[in-house]
């Protein structure tokens, strides 16, 4: 393991007025998408909450954390958390495989005036193999010979570039998504893993 926990506790902070329109705005179309019945296509889907992730995000900015202003969210979902990194100055990118989805969050972003970055595709790039071991799952370089340089389509800066990632993994995969992070990113990037309400967690790589 190459990657350290940062110490950090949660503790409510003001909401800076336009952080809390995109929250509120985000939250109304969550619920809509609620009444429609259309969460029945991921079941498993639950937002995080998002004031406890710009409150990280913030932490993050304001104790000068990253190296740089390089931002990716892997699943981005509704890009809650993308749009919150943008509205911190971060250039923001969100990988996320559901197509419907991206456009969910591009609709987001573009009514609140946001800008950031979406790529329709999975967070685990090639090279990467992801495999079910005791209940959990896990990752490893395949058997191809890759060499470890790599990087999304349509993002022209290589993943150990990256300066800060977040994550709210899908439960039994937090594991998974700490070794993505450790296989992955560069020397001194930081990581923000939502586990839980009030549960979250910072690690920087070393």
């Given at each position: 393991?190459?990657?350290?926990?940062?110490?950090?506790?949660?503790?409510?902070?003001?909401?800076?007025?336009?952080?809390?329109?995109?929250?509120?705005?985000?939250?109304?179309?969550?619920?809509?998408?609620?009444?429609?019945?259309?969460?029945?296509?991921?079941?498993?889907?639950?937002?995080?909450?998002?004031?406890?992730?710009?409150?990280a995000l913030k932490h993050v900015r304001d104790a000068g954390l990253t190296l740089g202003d390089?931002?990716?969210?892997?699943?981005?979902?509704?890009?809650?958390?993308?749009?919150?990194?943008?509205?911190?100055?971060?250039?923001?990118?969100?990988?996320?495989?559901?197509?419907?989805?991206?456009?969910?969050?591009?609709?987001?972003?573009?009514?609140?005036?946001?800008?950031?970055?979406?790529?329709?595709?999975?967070?685990?790039?090639?090279?990467?193999?992801?495999?079910?071991?005791?209940?959990?799952?896990?990752?490893?370089?395949?058997?191809?010979?890759?060499?470890?340089?790599?990087?999304?389509?349509?993002?022209?800066?290589?993943?150990?570039?990256?300066?800060?990632?977040?994550?709210?993994?899908?439960?039994?995969?937090?594991?998974?998504?700490?070794?993505?992070?450790?296989?992955?990113?560069?020397?001194?990037?930081?990581?923000?893993?939502?586990?839980?309400?009030?549960?979250?967690?910072?690690?920087?790589?070393?």
């Open positions: 393991m190459a990657y350290e926990q940062i110490p950090y506790e949660f503790t409510e902070i003001e909401l800076p007025e336009a952080v809390a329109a995109f929250i509120e705005e985000a939250d109304r179309r969550y619920d809509s998408y609620q009444a429609e019945g259309l969460h029945k296509r991921y079941p498993r889907y639950v937002p995080s909450e998002p004031a406890q992730v710009y409150a390089s931002f990716i969210e892997w699943g981005s979902g509704f890009g809650v958390a993308t749009g919150l990194a943008a509205l911190l100055d971060y250039a923001a990118h969100g990988i996320e495989i559901q197509e419907d989805l991206i456009e969910k969050a591009e609709s987001l972003l573009e009514c609140q005036q946001v800008d950031a970055i979406f790529i329709n595709g999975s967070y685990i790039p090639e090279g990467l193999v992801e495999y079910e071991t005791l209940g959990t799952t896990d990752l490893e370089f395949d058997n191809m010979g890759h060499e470890l340089t790599p990087i999304y389509e349509d993002m022209e800066l290589p993943l150990n570039e990256v300066d800060l990632f977040f994550v709210y993994p899908w439960p039994g995969e937090q594991g998974m998504m700490l070794k993505l992070f450790d296989l992955l990113a560069g020397e001194g990037a930081i990581l923000v893993a939502y586990f839980g309400d009030r549960e979250i967690n910072l690690y920087r790589k070393l």
